[in-house]
């Protein structure tokens, strides 16, 4: 990764070097996930591209010092467009045992370890079972270790602030933040800027944490032990306007964004569940932009209200992850039922049950798609990427609204809580998303009736009365209706004509062709995903290619209705490998679609893919060694 | 950056105003024959529900609303099927949510008249708790509970306001657990208004109706309503026999609680600090409670509500409670008007929140590079 060395103003090396992958690990209470986030920040603000993996555990404050307790933020930034969190650190940043303990085995040999000795205490050690203080043998030999009193350091920095000494050390966070900002040549202001804003009802904290993360970069400037600084350059990434985004800011964004292009008031009914719960906050902070949101008193009556207020013409949304989903799951078949429009935001986590609330996993494709009684279809649309979840957002509004027809969004935690860089969209380029409500009676028999269940020709969508519209009093529900006329229907014939309806309608979503990214035009193994694995599989193939291998790509962003050409694509490649962080849900869908022996390969570990090992997995294939 | 919470907390809308005051009306006169829909209504013979849906059907034309702005929801059960028969908008939702449905209508359109029919079962069981937060929001919804102590479209099975030792299908052996009463249970969820019909008495239930209809905030009212399939005769004792009267107490806003022929008895306070039946000449009239259904403190209501057991032996009817007190739905039209209005000051737009604070940005490549 290193190209170019110079010597820099200080006397010291500097590297010049493509791309960085920092991991910074610690208690929960540490503030991995704020110098995480802000260190992310001033690579945003430097122009590289990147890509964020926050990993923390679900209590809240699990005891301190324990393995179970570590949380750590890894972040990669890099030179040129980039397309994962990375697979392992260069520099891991272990702030006591516990996280060295829990993360050092990611750390390539030869790679960069910063330890804050002073949580080393025979105590503290015994906590997560190190018999010898890893420090003192030669068990981290292999890799480059600056050991740094950081909690000391910060002590002594703030010692004129006349903090006490505990709370002084919870500073610490920031002095190894400004450690790291000298190390990679990031600017001072926009950190101090940025502490100054946050702790503005609090001054004092604001210094502190200014001063602490001062002397951190003081201390790589004025110490010895730190011989090398690195310098990545920014990327050249497509003309535009950038910020840096998470996937629920993008997806309340994206809600934001539909409620405005549709001028339709939003309505999100919800319940707090990790990890969406985000989506929640983000969005009551926009009531000013026509968006109420309602925190319910479970899923279920979450997604009941939203219903209740399409019905009433809003922009009903909801928001949960998988156990809600479940929860929910009789409500968007009466959604089905009624065919009102409704946006239903999974952001997936492990399961099953609780599972692992942190952690990703993408196993709700087969509850999205058949969790219900009775044939009851439902669009799915995955973003890929974080600030896919935008775009994302905004398709399943265009769905849901055409088509009144509920629309389930698939996230899930890796791109819910990781950032990229976004390149802001034009607001005059967003999609017009306005509807049409019913006004008129409709009945074809010319007799002045109001009937709820006539289609259009084209959508095959069912018109959208809203109640406070004179003459189109009408009255829906769960029972089967009569074809056109709406009414109650026990009719054999009519149920059979309506299921299919239903079914024909959502067959019916246009949603563009897959597209194939094969850079030779040779290859022979197709590797396809859906959502976040785009990353992962993206970089795995690259690293692929530049073995001098083929390897054709796709990645599906709707997964109901899938693409119109996705069966002539996998039946034009001699092998398709489906990677999923599931049991293999997408290669059964694809299996039973298009009868293609499509391989599954699988893995429920919490974490994204690495595109190392999916490398492997894709060399494999196409040298003809399939994944079992 | 000031909390706009702590501005709101007073400017929410004070009680004061009716629950059908943002609703539009019409001149034009209605009839019951106008809120009457082309469908065949399908309860079985004797069923309770027909006496509701005639006193519904004629009172809903003395609110003098716009058809179009009524709609009523319901859940899953024999009388949930009660939206198809009224010609408003109306949704049959599923089983218990229809205070969820009825929730998210009432948030989004302050010009509806939102109407909740649900039964014992559909609101006390399976849909207990939606219930008991619409209560305590206080949405501006009036929630028409038909109690007729039984589940009837599943064919008989006791229900959770069910008496105890109740024989079922599915209780052979009786039934084991101990039953709701429902206004009880409202008032323990503190809801504002209060009220109890029985469903062969229409004028008692549409009195109730229009106090209920034009109280802002959540109503319940309880309907003792029969089931004559799986029921049969369960409120009798309250309709004919030579001691109505003297189980039937009807509750007058300000006026001393008594009953029975010529008044015969009274509601005076117990030794244990509740409610009890004395005879009034034996305790005096000024010994005789005064029913005071504004009264904040909610104590004396809930004493009236316990008077009589399942047994039916003293059974209030009227309207046990109205308070005012903020609604949810109010308190978020105001939250989403307040901050709507800073935006606008503001000049925020869709474009400066996708902005956001901190952003960069890549210039086109020079061509001639190297």
Known sequence: MTTDTAVGPSGREVRQTHRVVIRFAGDSGDGMQLTGDRFTSEAAAFGNDLATLPNFPAEIRAPAGTLPGVSSFQLHFADYDILTPGDRPDVLVAMNPAALKANIKDLPHGGILIVNTDEFTKRNLAKVGYDANPLEDDSLAPYTVHQVAMATLTRGALEPTGMSKKDAERAKNMFALGLLSWMYHRGTEGTEQFLREKFAKKPDLAEANILAFRAGWNYGETTESFAVTYEVAPARLAEGTYRQITGNLALAYGVVAAGQQAKLPVFLGTYPITPASDVLHELSKHKGMGVTTFQAEDEIAGIGAALGAAFGGALGVTSTSGPGVALKSETIGLAVALELPLLILDVQRGGPSTGLPTKTEQADLLQAMYGRNGEAPVPIIAPQSPGDCFDAALDAVRMALTYRTPVFLLSDGAIANGSEPWRIPDVDDLPDLSVTFATEPNAPDGSGEFWPYLRDDDTLARPWAIPGTPGLEHRIGGLEKADGRGTISYDPDNHDRMVRLRQAKIAGIEVPDVTVDDPTGDAEVLVIGWGSSYGPIGAACRRVRAAGLSVAQAHLRHLNPLPGNLGDVLRSYRRVVVPEMNLGQLAMLLRATFLVDAHSYTKVAGLPFQAEELAGVLTDAVKGDLPA | ?370
């Open chain 2, 1 to 370: 950056m000031t909390s706009p919470g702590s501005s709101l907390a007073q400017d929410l809308p004070t009680p004061g105003i009716g629950g059908l005051d943002l609703v539009p009306t019409t001149d034009e006169p209605q009839k019951a024959k106008d809120y009457t829909s082309d469908q065949e209504v399908r309860w079985c013979p004797g069923c309770g529900d027909y006496a509701v849906l005639a006193s519904v059907r004629g009172f809903l034309p003395e609110l003098g609303l716009k058809r179009e702005n009524i709609v009523f929801v319901s859940g899953i059960g024999c009388s949930s099927r009660f939206p198809y028969y009224l010609d408003t908008y109306g949704m049959h939702s599923i089983h218990g949510r229809a205070p969820t449905i009825a929730t998210g209508l009432a948030v989004t359109r302050p010009d509806l008249s939102v109407w909740v029919v649900t039964g014992d079962g559909d609101a006390l069981s399976i849909g207990g708790n939606h219930l008991i937060h619409a209560l305590r929001r206080n949405m501006n919804i009036t929630i028409l509970l038909f109690n007729n102590r039984i589940y009837g479209l599943t064919k008989g099975q006791y229900s959770p306001t069910s008496e105890v030792g109740k024989v079922t299908k599915s209780t052979p052996m009786g039934s084991i657990d101990a039953p709701f009463n429902p206004v009880s249970l409202a008032l323990g969820a503190e809801a504002t208004f209060v009220g109890r019909a029985l469903d062969s008495d229409r004028k008692g239930l549409t009195e109730v109706l229009r106090q209920a209809a034009a109280h802002r905030g959540a109503s319940l009212v309880e309907i003792f309503q029969d089931c004559p399939i799986f029921n049969d005769g369960s409120f009798d004792v309250l309709r004919k026999g030579d001691d109505v009267a003297e189980r039937l107490i009807t509750l007058v806003d300000g006026e001393p609680i008594t009953f029975g022929n010529d008044g015969e008895w009274g509601v005076v306070r117990s030794a244990s600090g509740g409610l009890e039946v004395a005879r009034v000449a034996d305790v005096g009239a000024d010994a005789v409670v005064v029913h005071h259904a504004g009264e904040e403190d909610p104590t004396q209501s809930f004493a009236l509500s316990r008077l009589s057991d399942q047994d039916l032996t003293h059974t209030v009817t009227g309207i046990f409670r109205k308070v005012d007190r903020p609604t949810y739905d109010d308190g978020a039209r105001a939250q989403v008007a307040a901050a709507t209005e800073e935006a606008e000051a503001r000049g925020d737009t869709l474009e400066k929140l996708l902005r956001g604070k901190d952003t960069w940005a890549v210039m086109p490549e020079p061509l001639n590079e190297q």
